[in-house]
């Protein structure tokens, strides 16, 4: 009796099955195997400098008071590896070890003296050999938008880092630069330590602006602030919505206007800025009402209830609820604070 053919080929199409699925059960646990080998070997790596014991630390900028965030020389020896943005402008600089860094879709290495920028919600992914050192500044930009208009030249240079589309994003410094960096870094976190936490926002501004000045001059040496109109990025819609409120805080909100102007329906724009950010946009215009509250007390004599309906507050005792929430303080209390700060720096006058 023959052998059919067609039966010989069903038996061969099993066998070639088998065999695929065999060298994928193989490849599977090769696969789990190496990645078991590979974090054995960096647990007896950690272990071996003292690191195991250590808690991890992530650190996230806080914007709640200052509107800044700095570190300054800090060990990292804890892995951390995410996609994330920032809702302000961010100088990442290394000064020991290296890295991988995912960029705009692409994949770039890191190496001692590298500085990166990033641009408001760009995400990006960041990846370190451990241990290394790096410094960080991040700051939002509205704090930053009444003092640099007085420099025009200045502005021009946040305006393109802010809004263009950035041609590069990561330099590498030569050892002179990585020493006057360096020395930019130091005198911030110096004067940040000497004065009390109240007075730290004003050195903020102070450093700012000669960080900026110093960026300009010796690092983006390329960067073309003068011509106009320069190539605008997409702006994300988080970024949108900043810009909507920075126009229209002190009007009465309505999320359905918001929505209505940036062309989404209310819910999924409520949604994709807490995914973004972490915080509803109600909460973000009542920070942005409070910062401007902030200013308005520590320049101006106007009463604590007009300081509140300037700033969009239409309720003089909400506004006084919400301030002492977020500072610690009443607004009659915060503006004292201040005058006797900036009293503290006068030049005596006997």
């Known amino acids: ?11 061969q199409s099993r066998l070639y099955f088998v065999t695929v699925k065999l060298h994928f059960i193989f490849f599977l646990l090769k696969a789990i195997a190496v990645n078991f080998l590979l974090s054995y070997n960096e647990s007896i790596f950690l272990r071996t400098r003292g690191w195991d014991h250590m808690k991890p630390r992530i650190d996230r900028p806080n914007f709640r008071c200052n509107q800044f965030y700095f570190l300054h020389k800090e060990w990292q020896n804890v892995p951390v590896q995410h996609y994330h943005a920032h809702e302000g402008i961010e100088f990442l600089y290394i000064h020991e070890g290296s890295g991988r860094l995912i960029l705009d879709d692409r994949l770039y290495t890191l190496g001692p003296r590298a500085l990166v920028f990033f641009q408001p919600y760009q995400p990006h992914l960041l990846s370190y050999e451990l241990p290394y050192l790096r410094s960080l500044v991040k700051f939002k930009l509205p704090l930053s938008d009444p003092f640099i208009q007085l420099f025009p030249r200045l502005c021009d240079f946040f305006g393109v880092l802010e809004k263009s589309v950035a041609k590069q994003q990561i330099f590498q410094l030569d050892p002179k630069q990585d020493k ?36 300009k001059l010796r690092i983006f040496i390329e960067v073309d602030t003068v011509a106009r109109p320069f190539p605008l990025r997409h702006a994300h819609y988080p970024e949108k919505v900043w810009e909507w409120v920075n126009l229209h805080f002190k009007e009465p909100f309505h999320l359905n206007k918001l929505a209505l102007d940036l062309h989404l329906s209310a819910s999924y724009l409520s949604g994709l800025f807490r995914q973004y950010t972490g915080s509803t946009i109600t909460e973000y215009i009542t920070k942005r009402r409070l910062d401007e509250a902030c ?25 006084c609820r919400s301030f002492k929430k977020r500072y610690g303080l009443t607004p009659q209390q915060y503006r004292i604070q201040s005058a006797q700060s900036f009293e503290s720096f006068m030049p005596s006058t006997r």
Do not use: C, W
């Not at 009796?1 to 038996?11: E, G, V």
């Not at 936490?197 to 004003?202: G, R, Y």
């Not at 200013?295 to 506004?319: C, E």
């Open 295 to 319: 200013l308005l007390l520590q320049t101006t004599s106007l009463p604590i209830d007009q300081v509140g309906k300037n700033s969009g507050f239409r309720n003089a005792a909400y506004f």
């Open 1 to 11: 009796m023959r052998f059919p053919f067609y039966l010989a080929i069903i038996a």
């Open 180 to 215: 006057e960096l360096s020395g930019h870094l130091a005198l911030l976190d110096e004067a940040l330590r000497a004065v009390t936490l109240h007075e730290q926002k004003e050195q903020f501004h102070v450093f700012l602006l000669q960080f900026m000045s110093f960026l």
